[in-house]
């Protein structure tokens, strides 16, 4: 068997992209999407109907917001034709500070799944990892309301998201990689990486405590990422990893695994808000990732929701 074949024993692999065509070359379980790869698959041609599709559902009187909402849930739909499992979709990440901003996000996104005939259990709802996020995420799961917290850089952020009983979260490994690059100069080698270390941690953690929070690890940089983190519950992986994987025959070895995890000699902790926000500020790596990523997801909203604008006319 190949790589990506091996992998699927024992880990969930997730296609992280917004191109159909992939989705159906490597048929994962699951997909999620962000507003940078919907931006990158609505700007190509082989898409264009999905824009056109959405304004036109939306109704002229809507809004460029509006427009968006629909334009998500219409890939999310398509996405779910492919895949046979869950798709993630993203709350605008302008509402990653704001509570109620978020919750109402989200109903709206699994209202209009709803009504298009999906059913929310195929659906995470993706919020940022901050503590208004993980707040909001909390109220959404006690409504059946599944949620993904995303940009997730640190150990504090994991355990309030257990705690909080989040369905998923979506360690960065590859961005905490980037940073620890940039600032100390050094390659690591992948059993060294920071970022596979940081979901080992967290793995580990919430098997040894019993918590149902699934561990999906995502943003990869090189295929060793992946196969040391071989056993994770899920893997979310980009098409170019996935070709990798399916390429090479190598025997791929367990190595993160439940009933090891019950070994550790980690010890059970938990964050009031002050306490994370504390945390949080204390690493560095994690503070400077996750305002970037908001950053950086926001400016693709925006870019968004200019493309939209531009063929509204």
Do not use: H
Not at 121 to 128: F, S
Not at 268 to 284: G, I, P, Q, W, Y
């Amino acid at each position: 068997m190949n790589q990506l074949d091996q992998l699927k024993q024992f880990t969930t692999v997730v296609a992280d992209t917004g191109d159909f065509a992939s989705m159906k070359q490597f048929a994962p379980r699951d997909a999620t999407t962000n507003p940078s790869l919907i931006l990158k698959a609505a700007a190509m041609p082989d898409y264009a109907w999905l824009i056109d599709q959405s304004i036109k559902d939306a109704g002229a009187a809507a809004t460029t917001e509006q427009v968006i909402d629909r334009l998500l849930v219409l890939f999310g739909r398509e996405i779910l034709k492919i895949v046979p499992g869950r798709v993630s979709t993203e709350v605008d990440a302008r509402l990653s500070f704001d509570r109620e901003g978020s919750i109402a996000k989200a109903r709206e996104i699994i209202s209009l799944y709803e009504k298009a005939g999906t059913p929310r259990e195929r659906i995470l709802i993706k919020i940022a990892s901050t503590w208004e996020g993980i707040k909001a995420a909390e109220q959404l799961q006690k409504e059946k309301i599944n949620c993904n917290l995303t940009l997730l850089f640190s150990f504090p952020q994991a355990v309030a998201c257990a705690d909080a009983g989040i369905q998923l979260i979506s360690p960065f490994v590859g961005r905490i990689l980037d940073w620890y690059k940039k600032s100390t100069g050094k390659d690591y080698a992948a059993a060294e990486d920071p970022g596979v270390q940081s979901v080992t941690q967290i793995y580990t953690y919430y098997k040894k405590f019993g918590y149902k929070t699934e561990v999906m690890g995502a943003s990869f940089r090189n295929r060793g990422e992946i196969t040391e983190l071989a056993g994770c519950d899920l893997l979310t992986i980009a098409p170019s990893l996935l070709g990798e994987l399916q390429a090479s025959n190598e025997p791929l070895v367990r190595k993160l695994d439940p009933a090891a995890a019950k070994d550790s000699d980690l010890k059970k902790v938990s964050f009031d808000e002050k306490s994370f926000r504390f945390a949080l500020n204390d690493d560095a790596m994690a503070t400077e990732k996750t305002a970037e990523g908001i950053r950086l997801f926001s400016a693709d909203i925006v870019k968004l929701e200019q493309l939209v604008a531009k063929k509204r006319g």
